[in-house]
């Protein structure tokens, strides 16, 4: 046990080449769940219970180890930056994963501090094929040995999958490296000093200035997404409960998201979570509070919708980022052409509000740069294969967080008074 997190190594080092422990086909094993699938006979596997409660809280104060000072620097400077991506790890070799993530190091080399992101957050299938303990180095801990911030984690059905030929729990490495009761390293760390993650469990809210995130487990089946049903019963919903009340009761002004791992929208093969969103809209509704901002992963490409709510017009972008690492999956079928974006998903209707595809990006892999300020919610996708030093985005999206509708981003002064003034005087020539 250790007093404060470790993140980064001490010294940045080289990218690795090959995985240390080799990754052998679980063709075998998928045949297996294929037929299982076939059959009827796979189900959502229980939980463990999250430590905290009905609703499971902590902040970013918590993972830094309690450094206050940190926390009144970001809400000082006005802004908070942060990382979302998904579906990671890769069986294949370290090439992909080694790719987004010296594009997200990267982000730490910025001119204003307030620039800088202070956390990751996972979008699921951090390791695969059934997050298996004897991966996590290599998938999880190596590629990352450089991101000098705290990592947290959604559990992505790839992390609770059991392997039909492996006598193994459900999730047991996942919780031993993401919902550690204390800051210590792991087995599974391979000699890396980032420490386990602190989570309360697979579903929790944090807080951090600006932003509360809510963190739902949509458990393991490939499709659909379910955070309840008669077999794993109803805490998710009464955890989404009891923290929307919460932001009610607070009247808190901040953006607030929801992030799993199936996405409630989806146009390519993994199909969307329908069921799952009417039970989230469920809670919403009764609530009266609604998410700024929805983020999953699990398809295998980057895709952003709107969702346009008939009863007050406002918008809600929902992002899939699951090109952080695994292998692309293209939105078109096979021999089929590409999809025109934007085009409408769903049609509003008197049941049901409109969702525009707005943009895609099956060809690359990336993640997500959000930031977060007193007024506005800007969400980013970057490409990976731009490279280290282009930091301008490849799509974005904005929310006025007060009004709950699409804006245009107030962007930081550049602090180049002679030049803007050069510029205002051509503009008014």
Known sequence: MLDKPVFAQPQPTADP???????????????EIDKLNAEHK??????????????PQFTLADVMGGNATAIDRLTAA?????????????????????????????????????????????????????????YYYDQFYEPYRDYPAPILACAGNHDGMVSPEAHAASLAA???????????????????????QIQPGVSFTFDAPFVRVLVIYSNTLEDPGVISDPKIGSTQLDFLDAALKRVKAEKFTGALLIADHHPPYSAGGHGSSVDMLAQIDKVCEANDVWPH???????????????????????????????GGHGLIK??????????????????????????????????????????????????????SDGLNTKAPNDYVTVNLAERKMAHFVAADMGHPMAARAVRALVHR
């Open 293 to 323: 901002a929805f983020l999953s992963g699990h398809a295998h490409n980057y895709q952003r919708f709107t969702r346009t709510r008939n009863a007050d017009g406002t918008q809600i972008p929902y992002l899939v980022c699951g090109n």
């Open 174 to 196: 996942f919780l031993r490296n993401f919902c550690a009761e204390t800051f210590a390293v792991t087995p599974e760390a391979g000699g890396l000093s980032r420490t386990a």
């Open 17 to 31: 080449t090959v995985f240390r422990v080799p990754h052998p086909s679980d063709d075998a094993a998928y045949q």
């Open 331 to 384: 939105l078109a079928a096979q021999g089929a052409p590409a999809i025109r974006a934007p085009q409408i998903m769903q049609a509003a209707s008197a049941t049901a509000d409109q969702v525009v595809l707005e943009n895609y990006d099956d060809t690359n892999y990336g993640y997500l740069r959000i930031v977060v300020t007193a007024a506005q919610l800007r969400i980013e996708y970057h490409s990976a």
């Open 78 to 134: 006005g802004q908070l930056v942060f990382h979302a991506l998904g579906d990671c790890g890769n069986t294949k070799g370290p090439a992909t994963q080694n790719e987004v993530a010296d594009k997200l190091t990267a982000d730490f080399n910025e001119a204003n501090a307030a620039e800088v992101p202070q956390f990751a957050l996972l979008l699921g299938d951090v390791v695969y094929s059934f997050g298996e303990g004897q």
């Open 42 to 55: 796979l189900f959502p596997l229980p939980f463990p219970a999250p430590r905290g409660g009905a609703e």
